[in-house]
Each structure stands twice: as structure tokens, then as C-alpha cells.
T-cell receptor, first 115, second 112 residues
Framework: DSGVTQTPKHLITATGQRVTLRCSPR?????VYWYQQSLDQGLQFLIQ???????AKGNILERFSAQQFPDLHSELNLSSLELGDSALYFC??????????????FGPGTRLTVL | LAKTTQPISMDSYEGQEVNITCSHN???????ITWYQQFPSQGPRFIIQ???TKVTNEVASLFIPADRKSSTLSLPRVSLSDTAVYYC?????????????FGRGTSLIVHP
């Protein structure tokens, strides 16, 4: 158990809909990262927040947005969903601000299925 | 940003030593090398990190030659439970907009 929690575990929705994925980092960790993993794309970094502020941005679509709240939990919002958005979405946390030496602790993931 | 190259897949047998090499030809002076392990439908898990020469922990060893253009993750006496995808990442300790690049990793299959 990494100490990172993600909800829900599974999500099934229809094209065009909007969903929110939630992540609680390990106690004391200030950074939260979001990743998308699909069969054809591998593990793709989406975005990182550090202590409430956006710190780094990867290949995140404009239809996707995220935020980190004062209690440090984070939410990833996915809108206008398409079939291709079906994937595993992982959240990770680290103690520091997102340097290349930070150890990331990953949650169990949310499996999103868009029908 | 240093790009990494790993073999797509490897096969081994229980009890053997497995070495997975990662190439990072344009690694920067301040960059460290970090390896993660991922089991199916689970998030990746940190294995080991190093800067140069050799690092060893209870799970693996990491060998980094003097030019640091590659690194080798060594798993001693693998078991079936070591079947997983292994990722090599490169990055430095400065804060700011570090982009973690996991890529597709190396899929290791351990046979009985």
C-alpha cells in the first residue's frame, strides 16, 4: 500500500459526458501527479501540482483539467469524453516539488471506460 | 531533456540474474537515473535510484558506467513474481517543470 488513494476504482460512462477523478496523496506529500495509461500509448504524464499550484504540464488535452485543493487532495476533470479516453488514470504523490530525483508513490488507479 | 531507450521486452527463467539496460546518451551532469517496476493494473513502484558507479538495495542493483550514457538494472535470481514492466527515468534535482517520461518500459517475463 503506497498510501495514495484514488476514487473511484472503476468508472463507466458514455461519450460526451464529464467525470471527476479524485486523489488523496500520502500524508505529508505536497506534490500530486496525474498520468494516463492506455494500451497503445503507455504511461503518459498529464500534469503536476505542488502545494496547490500547477508545476508541470505534459500531454494533457484541453478537455482535461485538474486542481489541487488546500487539503492537498487533487481532482482530475475529464469532459466531452471520447472513446479514446478509456484508460487507466493514475495519481502519484511525492514529498518535494517535482524534481527528477523525487520518488513518486502511485495510487491504485481509476479505470475509465467510455462507451 | 534526456531521452531514454530500453528494450521492449525480455524473457528469463526463475533463478537467473536479469540485466536490463537503459541508454541515455544525452544525460545532463546533474541528472540521476531512477527505475520503477509496474505490475499489471497497478501503479509503478520505485525500485532504485543512482547517479554513478553502483547502487544496491534489498531488491536490485544499479550499475552506471563512468560516462553515464547508459545504466543497467540488475535483478538477482528472479522469480515468477518479478514478471512486470520496468521503466528507466532520467532527471535532476532542480525543481521546476520536470516532465517524468516513463515511455513503454521493458516488459520482463519470467518463465518457470
Amino acid at each position: 500500500d503506497s498510501g495514495v488513494t484514488q476514487t473511484p476504482k472503476h468508472l463507466i460512462t458514455a461519450t460526451g459526458q464529464r467525470v471527476t477523478l479524485r486523489c488523496s496523496p500520502r500524508s505529508g506529500d505536497l506534490s500530486v501527479y496525474w498520468y494516463q495509461q492506455s494500451l497503445d500509448q503507455g504511461l503518459q504524464f498529464l500534469i503536476q501540482y505542488y502545494n496547490g499550484e500547477e508545476r508541470a504540464k505534459g500531454n494533457i488535452l484541453e478537455r482535461f483539467s485538474a486542481q489541487q485543493f488546500p487539503d492537498l487532495h487533487s481532482e482530475l476533470n475529464l469532459s466531452s469524453l471520447e472513446l479514446g479516453d478509456s484508460a487507466l488514470y493514475f495519481c502519484a504523490s511525492s514529498a518535494e516539488g517535482g524534481a527528477g530525483t523525487d520518488t513518486q508513490y502511485f495510487g491504485p488507479g481509476t479505470r475509465l471506460t467510455v462507451l | 531533456l534526456a531521452k531514454t531507450t530500453q528494450p521492449i521486452s525480455m524473457d528469463s527463467y526463475e533463478g537467473q540474474e536479469v540485466n536490463i539496460t537503459c541508454s541515455h546518451n544525452n544525460i545532463a551532469t546533474n541528472d540521476y537515473i531512477t527505475w520503477y517496476q509496474q505490475f499489471p493494473s497497478q501503479g509503478p513502484r520505485f525500485i532504485i535510484q543512482g547517479y554513478k558507479t553502483k547502487v544496491t538495495n534489498e531488491v536490485a542493483s544499479l550499475f552506471i558506467p563512468a560516462d553515464r550514457k547508459s545504466s543497467t538494472l540488475s535483478l538477482p535470481r528472479v522469480s515468477l513474481s518479478d514478471t512486470a514492466v520496468y521503466y528507466c527515468l532520467v532527471g535532476n534535482a532542480s525543481g521546476g517543470s520536470y516532465i517524468p517520461t516513463f515511455g513503454r518500459g521493458t516488459s520482463l517475463i519470467v518463465h518457470p
